[in-house]
């Protein structure tokens, strides 16, 4: 019996310090695995830089031989830590974890595969769990609920920017012709969106007077239509912040449930809310 609590103990230990953010150890593994992450990326960049990855290779190499088998270790931890495991690992950070790590082992049998080890950025996902930016999950529910309460609206904006690109670029067309490189009619289409979102690539440019006068017209234009959409969507969000104003603020941390690995817990929750599960505190 004493072994099988000792056993369960070390387990709920490991849990708390790779799972959870809210306790120092856990903040502290967080920030190193970030650390070890961000290292990780930088030594795929640099092996792919000539002449650099060449004169560097044993040493980058080998650097990142230990970073895969401490993140492979990582990964078979949080494996252990957790009482369902399938639950981790066919979860968004345990594909991510699988994925970030099996290219170097692969590339041992198959060269230049281990560049795909900049999937790590990823894992970088994981600094909202450090600065506990759940509780903010709700003022991004009301961003989604204003972007489907205003479809309809943006819908017809966009339907009324595609008419008017497709009358400037039939103009531009006859205008310009084919010898300034308006060749045909959706290629005209083409630059007209370009120049209407500001982008400007500059393949193609109006070289007749009036050619440009349009293109002037068109660039003012530009700027207008882009505060069309950001003005309905705001008037929404400020539409739906405005009923939720009666419900109160609610603060999540970044506990996490041994038994289900459910997280965003509400602070001193003592339940798990998904399966009832007695949380740890640490």
């Known amino acids: 019996m004493a072994s099988k609590a000792n056993n369960q103990n070390w387990r709920e230990k490991l849990h708390e310090i790779i799972y959870e953010a809210d306790t120092p150890a856990g903040k502290l593994f967080d920030v190193i695995l970030l650390i070890v992450i961000v290292a990780s990326i930088l030594i795929v960049m640099l092996e792919s830089i000539k002449g650099f990855g060449t004169r560097h290779y044993n040493i980058l190499n080998w650097a990142e031989w230990i970073i895969t088998i401490l993140f492979s270790l990582e990964y078979v931890a949080r494996i252990i830590c957790v009482k369902k495991p399938f639950k981790y690992i066919f979860s968004f950070y345990g594909i991510i974890d699988f994925l970030s790590t099996v290219p170097k082992y692969i590339s041992f049998f198959f060269g230049g595969i281990h560049a795909l080890a900049a999937l790590r950025a990823l894992r970088l996902l994981r600094v909202f769990r450090i600065l506990k930016l759940a509780r903010y999950l709700g003022a991004s529910k009301n961003l989604v609920n204003a972007l489907k309460a205003s479809k309809a609206k943006i819908f017809v904006f966009l339907f009324v920017v595609l008419i008017v690109s497709i009358i400037l670029g039939t103009i531009m067309y006859m205008v310009e012709g084919e010898e300034n490189g308006f060749t045909n009619i959706p290629k005209s289409v ?58 109160p603020d609610v603060n999540l941390n970044t506990q996490s449930c041994s038994n289900c690995s459910a997280g965003n817990h509400r602070d001193n929750a003592e339940y798990c809310y998904n399966c009832g599960y007695k949380l740890n505190h640490g």
Do not use: H, R
């Open 190 to 247: 083409y630059w007209c969106i370009v120049t209407l979102t500001t982008v400007g690539f500059g393949d193609i440019a109006p070289q007749t007077p009036l050619g440009q006068f349009i293109a002037s017209l068109v660039m003012i234009l530009g700027y207008g239509i882009i505060a069309v959409p950001t003005g309905i969507v705001s008037a929404e969000y400020t539409s739906q912040k405005n009923k939720d104003t009666s419900v």
